[in-house]
């Protein structure tokens, strides 16, 4: 297929990798140059009350979560009082001017729509008018993966003024304005069509739970007659189920401690509440198990077929002889953690609350039958989620390439605007 994307007429070098060949007209520079001010922030004593208040009461102090929730800051989670801003020399950057992240999320863009200041990890950006202030944004929204080259590495990745200040930029003299709108405009469209797809992996998301769900508290067969469970949260199962304890499908055992089994050759998958982290040379089970958090992650039922061992914060079954494994891993998925689960801080889960948990509970044969209908089912909705996260990758590729070609110069998009 023809691109609709043209190049420029001709093009020289800019003499700077990460910009390449740049169309004739276009001027290579270095940030410092397009800005009128380049301003750091700080963070006042926070032992001090008198330097912070609640957001709306005082100056916005601007951090990287406030930037993570718009491209335009206006409220801040947590605002600054004058003797805040005096005592720590903080300057009040004005609406209007680029905020830019310097330290942990490197990068990361967004305006200031009132009248702010930041802490330490933001810089305040102030351009002059050798850059139309919309191509400023995409031209850093562009350098976000040239940073990762730049930024100096200990336990995190920083950035400084100086790195900053010299980063290159290309500079067209005529249709900033014109790149910018045109960006505005395909970007909008790109990550409208990203939504759509995040909407539908939320969808399927659903569609999976009520799939499983409705198979192992109603069963396959819509006309049996039904009965009431006694328990709530089951409601009606069929009349020809029983109710049945977890204790009575599976023994919970507790993971132990990994460290005498650690290797580097371990084979052996070590699963914690929040499933794989390592590998041992030893195994705790060998077969089929439903593994059930502990603590922490607690509400991710696993279904392991192989061996395995599992560390304090993640329990293993040992399933009966009258249980199809899977089935007890199905119906897992079902269970209401929030209900059982203790400790405000870290989600937890006792041995006894689970083995008193009650399922719905069919013939062996019948659960076999709900497990090949699950996998079956599971499987097709499992492959379209996949899909649409495949396509949120390439779109996401996609509207990287197309901001980093648009503000280079590798394609010339005036037409098309």
């Known amino acids: 297929m023809k691109s609709k994307y043209k190049p420029y007429p001709s093009y020289r070098d800019s003499g700077v990798e990460w910009l390449g060949e740049i169309p004739n007209e276009w001027k290579p520079s270095k940030l410092k140059y397009c800005l009128s001010g380049l301003i750091a922030g700080g963070t006042p004593k926070t032992t001090v009350n008198e330097y912070w208040?609640?957001?709306?009461?005082?100056?916005?102090?601007?951090?990287?979560?406030?930037?993570?929730?718009?491209?335009?800051?206006?409220?801040?989670?947590?605002?600054?009082?004058?003797?805040?801003?005096?005592?720590?020399?903080?300057?009040?950057?004005?609406?209007?001017?680029?905020?830019?992240?310097?330290?942990?999320?490197?990068?990361?863009?967004?305006?200031?729509?009132?009248?702010?200041?930041?802490?330490?990890?933001?810089?305040?950006?102030?351009?002059?008018?050798?850059?139309?202030?919309?191509?400023?944004?995409?031209?850093?929204?562009?350098?976000?993966?040239?940073?990762?080259?730049?930024?100096?590495?200990?336990?995190?990745?920083?950035?400084?003024?100086?790195?900053?200040?010299?980063?290159?930029?290309?500079?067209?003299?005529?249709?900033?304005?014109?790149?910018?709108?045109?960006?505005?405009?395909?970007?909008?469209?790109?990550?409208?069509?990203?939504?759509?797809?995040?909407?539908?992996?939320?969808?399927?998301?659903?569609?999976?739970?009520?799939v499983i769900s409705t198979a192992v508290t109603r069963g396959l067969d819509n006309t049996v007659a039904m009965k009431d469970s006694g328990v709530e949260w089951l409601g009606e199962i069929p009349e020809h189920w029983e109710v049945k304890k977890l204790k009575y499908s599976a023994r919970i055992q507790g993971g132990k401690d990994q460290k005498s089994v650690l290797g580097d050759n371990g084979k052996y998958p070590i699963y914690g509440s929040g499933g794989i982290f390592g590998y041992a040379n030893k195994y705790l089970h060998d077969g089929e198990s439903v593994l059930l958090g502990r603590k922490g992650t607690v509400d991710k039922p696993l279904y392991v077929n192989d061996k395995f061992w599992t560390v304090d914060t993640m329990y293993y079954t040992i399933i009966e002889k009258t249980t199809i494994a899977k089935w007890l891993y199905y119906s897992a998925t079902t269970i209401n953690f929030d209900y059982y689960q203790y400790g405000s801080a870290v989600p937890s889960m006792t041995q006894e609350d689970l083995h008193n948990i009650h399922f719905a509970t069919p013939s062996k044969n019948e659960q076999q039958r709900i497990v090949d209908y699950l996998d079956k089912k599971t499987t097709q909705i499992d492959s379209l989620a996949s899909k649409a996260t495949k396509a949120i990758e390439l779109l996401k590729e996609k509207r990287t390439a197309l901001i980093s070609s648009a503000v280079t110069g590798k394609i010339d998009v005036r037409e098309i605007v």
């Open 53 to 210: 208040c609640d957001s709306g009461d005082g100056v916005p102090w601007v951090s990287i979560a406030d930037m993570t929730k718009s491209t335009i800051v206006i409220h801040t989670k947590k605002d600054v009082t004058l003797e805040g801003i005096s005592d720590k020399g903080l300057k009040i950057l004005p609406e209007g001017t680029i905020l830019y992240s310097i330290f942990a999320s490197l990068g990361k863009v967004a305006f200031a729509g009132t009248s702010l200041t930041t802490n330490q990890a933001i810089l305040g950006l102030v351009s002059n008018n050798r850059i139309d202030k919309s191509f400023f944004y995409w031209v850093l929204i562009a350098l976000e993966g040239y940073v990762k080259y730049t930024a100096s590495s200990n336990t995190q990745d920083n950035l400084n003024s100086e790195k900053v200040a010299n980063f290159p930029v290309a500079l067209p003299l005529q249709e900033q304005q014109t790149i910018a709108n045109y960006l505005d405009s395909a970007t909008a469209k790109i990550d409208t069509l990203i939504e759509k797809q995040t909407k539908l992996i939320a969808l399927l998301k659903e569609k999976r739970q009520a």
